[in-house]
Structures are given as C-alpha cells and as structure tokens.
C-alpha cells in the first residue's frame, strides 16, 4: 500500500513554457504533500508544502510565482514550472504519507530539462 | 551549515564487506527516516525510526536512533553490488511532518 505515482517522468520544455507535474496518491488520501527538488549529486531540497483546500506554503527562497502549487483534492497536488527557464532544469518528487507509522512514500520524479 | 549531516560522503567498499553510515542531526529529531535512491529516481524507503534507542533491521540492513547524541546510524552487513546508490536520512525537526533530508551517502560495491 501506500503507492504515490509522479507523472510525467520526463519532460524537455522551451524556454519561457510553464510545465505541470502531477502528484497522486492511490490508495489514501493525503491532505499533506511535499515538493522536493534535486541538484545533480546533491540531496533533496523542500520547496513546499501542499495542503489540500488551502494555499501551500513555500521554503525560504523559493519563488512562489515561479512554482504554482495546486492541492484540489484528496488524492492530487500539481505542481507548474512558470516561464520556465534552463536554471529550472531538475529532478522534482513529489512525497506524501498516509500516517507517521507508514513513514514517507515517495514518487518516482520528473526530470525537467528546459531548452 | 547542513542541518543533517551526513557521513562519509561517499563509500566504495568490496563485495561481502560491512559498513556503516551515519547521519548527524543539530536540532532535536521527531522521527529519523532512511532511503535509498539511484541518482535520477524515486526514493525507496527502507525503515523509520522514532525512539531513541530503536533498533530496525530489513535484510542486511539496520539502523538505530540515538536520541540524545541526534544521531542514527545505518550499518550494512556483507555488502552486495545491488546495495549500491544514495543513501539519504531524513528526519521530522519540526514536528510539522516534512522531511528534511541530509547530506547524502553514495555508496558503491565492488564485485
């Protein structure tokens, strides 16, 4: 159980495109989802945190404009790249947990590669 | 500075050999959590820690929280290539339930 599906897997936009990236959790529902991002050989980064009915709530230093997080339902929170340009190119995973003893399930990511 | 740090950065030990890593918190933990990814992938979650003191082993794999030193360490016996990647502690220092994640471990075995 607890399955969290990040799609699409890979993307490659144009410059100046915005891009959305869908987060689902399967089989629970999740008020709470997480946005990570990651460097090249680097850990993974917080950007924000989704919350289902209300507004997420971004980590210092993340551009709230740039990073349009949407949580509308139980199940799904989308996360669109605004004008997105070649420093946006990363992996992005979505986390999300249907109860601390389960711990975190994690998606499988989005590479973006913006061109 | 890092609030969770890892260590060694990375590791390249021989096929059957034991290893640990640690991972070092400055702030007081509500939850410590070990994953393993392949660079470019999705995370997988190996155990989840909660009291200091606990013990959790999965396979080859075990690790253990000591609470009051903000440390858990992961320890692999007799390593095998399919034990290769990142290894990435994560921990709840907020008690807000987002994971913040450490340094990274990469770990690589040779046959």
């Known amino acids: 159980g607890a399955v969290v599906s990040q799609h699409p897997s890979r993307v490659i936009c144009k410059s100046g495109t915005s891009v959305k990236i869908e987060c689902r959790s399967l089989?629970?529902?999740?008020?709470?989802m997480f946005w990570y991002r990651q460097f090249p050989k680097q850990s993974l980064m917080l950007m924000a945190t989704s919350n289902e009915g209300s507004k997420a709530t971004y980590e210092q230093g993340v551009e709230k404009d740039k990073f349009l997080i949407n949580h509308a339902s139980l199940t799904l929170s989308t996360l669109t790249v605004t004008s997105a340009h070649p420093e946006d190119s990363s992996f992005y995973i979505c986390?999300?947990?249907?109860?601390?003893?389960?711990?975190?399930?994690f998606g499988s990511g989005t590479r973006l590669t913006v061109v | 500075s890092q609030e969770l740090e890892q260590s060694p950065q990375s590791l390249i030990v021989q096929e059957g050999k034991n290893l640990t890593i640690n991972c070092t918190s400055s702030k007081t933990l509500y939850g410590l959590y070990w994953y393993k990814q392949k660079y470019g992938e999705g995370l997988i979650f190996l155990m989840m820690?909660?009291?200091?003191?606990e013990e959790k082993s999965h396979e080859k794999i075990t690790a253990k929280l000591d609470e009051k030193k903000q440390q858990s360490s992961l320890h692999i016996t007799a390593s095998q290539p399919s034990h290769a990647g990142i290894y990435l502690c994560g921990a709840d220092m907020g008690g807000y339930q987002k994971v913040t994640f450490g340094t990274g471990t990469k770990l690589q075995v040779i046959p």
């Open positions: 820690l909660q009291k200091g003191g």
């Open positions: 986390s999300a947990s249907p109860d601390r003893v389960m711990g975190y399930t």
């Open positions: 089989d629970f529902q999740a008020t709470t």
